[in-house]
């Protein structure tokens, strides 16, 4: 069923309320057919301005927000988004090319990020320390940072705004959040009425769908305490630098290029089963996509053999349309990308297995064997439904593979010995592992993240989201005042 726009979005940016702006305007398009789904509106570097001061006003009200009032609000947005289900995934499903049960995830993802974080603000808040003073009570206490600016990315947008969004909001910040203009209505203006219709307070939330000029604005504004920032390694490298500049607290989650190793004694029906989700799931477009697939030479043909028979089976079309494995890249720049990496690769020596093909946006699954790590399919992020085969004949060679990339998003590890692999597991540099599993995973109560380039090792998720979100203070208590000696 198609699901109507809202007016409010053709002339309206949501600054803590829905605000008329005269800024420009830009289309939100389908990817699958290039076709105008709205006509939305883009922030200025002055709407930033406006929107960090609405902010600022509206955010100590909110901190001092007794925490059972916060949960409710939390729980209620997570009672929202389930009832509005079939909308969003609509617009999931036409605005970002996403196949239904892809959709359907990241919704559900979204509730539990909504109530795990309505059930950080009951948590401690602090610690009481002794003293070494008679008299003296200390005590440290986690506060908001003020205002989170969070940037996001198009390719699983709900969730990865609002893993952000929720818990910086449930510690008491208030939160602009720029989305990508390619997935503002999914990763923003509907965020933004899920919010208010759960009763948020005037002021504390901001969408502002922009380019990079606007989130250069969000970095740069003194009154935005924090960067949530999810996106490219190049990008976060540069607001690193720029929070670095102004000692702001930044959270830099960034790309990957995630190895699957699968060892000699590996069930390769379940590796190739977990190597075919992994590296094809939403076209590929995953910062934990199995981009390398790093295989031991005594199993390597059988496993190309059957992660190609696997790819061979997978259909490609418009998930809006039909059932289909794969939906469109997110536009035919991205799909051109892709297949730029891969001729190259295969004008180096590496040879098409399956797929291989472009069609406009839309891109097979593609298996490629003979990968060597000099290969751009190999050596870089590849965010497209491709999987390069390269073997390997030790596990010290595996590891050493693993390790010779500068990202260190995710990896997995099949073998039939659990011990062997997680002893592998512990000399990879890598942020997320998974034994017997693929890399693409994401629970919402384990903390997750990267090491390298892939972040600043800033973590989401469970117990992490009360670090990541406040900052801290010490408060000490004398009961009389103190005779110094002068
Ligand atoms: P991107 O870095 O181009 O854009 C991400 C966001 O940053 C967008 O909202 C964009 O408008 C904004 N942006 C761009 N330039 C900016 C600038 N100079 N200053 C401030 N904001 C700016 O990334 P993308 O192409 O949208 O997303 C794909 C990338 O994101 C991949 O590299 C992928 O691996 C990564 N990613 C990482 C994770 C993770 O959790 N580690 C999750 C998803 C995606």
Not at 174 to 184: E, R
Request: hydrophobic share 45%; glycine share 10%; with cysteine.
């Amino acid at each position: 069923m198609e699901h109507p726009t809202n007016p409010a979005w053709q002339d309206h940016l949501f600054m803590g309320g829905w605000q008329i702006t005269d800024g420009p305007g830009f289309n939100a398009v389908e990817p699958a057919t290039g076709q105008q789904l709205a006509r939305l509106k883009e922030a200025t570097p002055q709407d930033v301005a406006d929107a960090a001061h609405i902010a600022g006003k509206a955010q100590p009200a909110w901190a001092s927000l007794p925490f059972d009032q916060k949960a409710r609000i939390l729980r209620k947005a997570a009672e929202l988004l389930e009832s509005r289900a079939n909308e969003i995934n609509y617009w999931n499903t036409r605005e970002c090319g996403s196949i239904g049960p892809k959709a359907e995830w990241e919704l559900q993802a979204t509730c539990e990020q909504a109530l795990m974080s309505a059930a950080l603000p009951m948590q401690p808040h602090g610690e009481i320390f002794p003293s070494n003073m008679p008299g003296r009570r200390n005590y440290w206490k986690r506060v908001p940072v003020g205002t989170v600016g969070v940037i996001a990315p198009w390719n699983f947008p709900i969730l990865l705004s609002m893993r952000s969004v929720f818990p910086a909001l449930a510690m008491g910040n208030a939160v602009i959040l720029k989305p990508d203009p390619k997935s503002a209505i999914c990763g923003g203006l509907l965020m933004a009425e899920i919010l208010q219709a759960a009763g948020l307070p005037e002021g504390v939330f901001h969408v502002l769908p922009g380019g990079p000029d606007v989130g250069e604005a969000l970095v740069n504004h003194p009154d935005v305490g924090m960067i949530s920032f999810t996106g490219s390694t190049a990008v976060g490298k540069k607001i690193g630098e720029t929070c670095g500049r102004m000692l702001k607290k930044s959270a830099l989650e960034l790309g990957g290029n995630n190895a699957m190793v699968i060892l000699d004694d590996a069930d390769l029906n379940a590796a190739t089963s977990s190597a075919a989700w992994g590296a094809f799931l939403h076209q590929g477009q995953i910062c934990m996509q199995a981009g390398r697939h790093l295989v031991h030479e005594s199993v390597a043909d059988a496993y190309i053999e059957q992660l190609a028979a696997r790819a061979k089976n997978l259909v490609t079309g418009n998930p809006w349309k039909d059932q289909v494995h794969l939906g469109p890249l997110i536009n035919e720049q991205q799909a051109l990308k892709v297949e730029q990496m891969v001729n190259q690769s295969v004008a180096m020596g590496a040879r098409i297995v399956a797929g291989g093909k472009r069609n406009g946006a839309f891109f097979e699954a593609t298996v490629i064997a003979g990968a060597t790590p000099d290969m751009p399919i190999f050596s870089e992020e590849i965010f497209g439904p491709v999987a390069p085969v390269m073997t390997f004949r030790s596990d010290q060679e595996a590891i050493e593979l693993v390790n010779a990339s500068p990202y260190g998003l995710a990896a997995a590890i099949h073998s039939a010995s659990t011990g062997r692999a997680q002893a592998i597991a512990d000399q990879l540099h890598v942020g997320m592992i998974h034994v017997n599993d693929q890399t693409v995973n994401n629970e919402f109560q384990v903390p997750f993240g990267g090491m390298g380039s892939s972040g600043n090792s800033g973590r989401f998720g469970g117990p992490a989201n009360l670090e990541e979100f406040t900052t801290s203070q010490w408060v000490s208590v004398m009961e009389q005042g103190i005779q110094y000696p002068f």
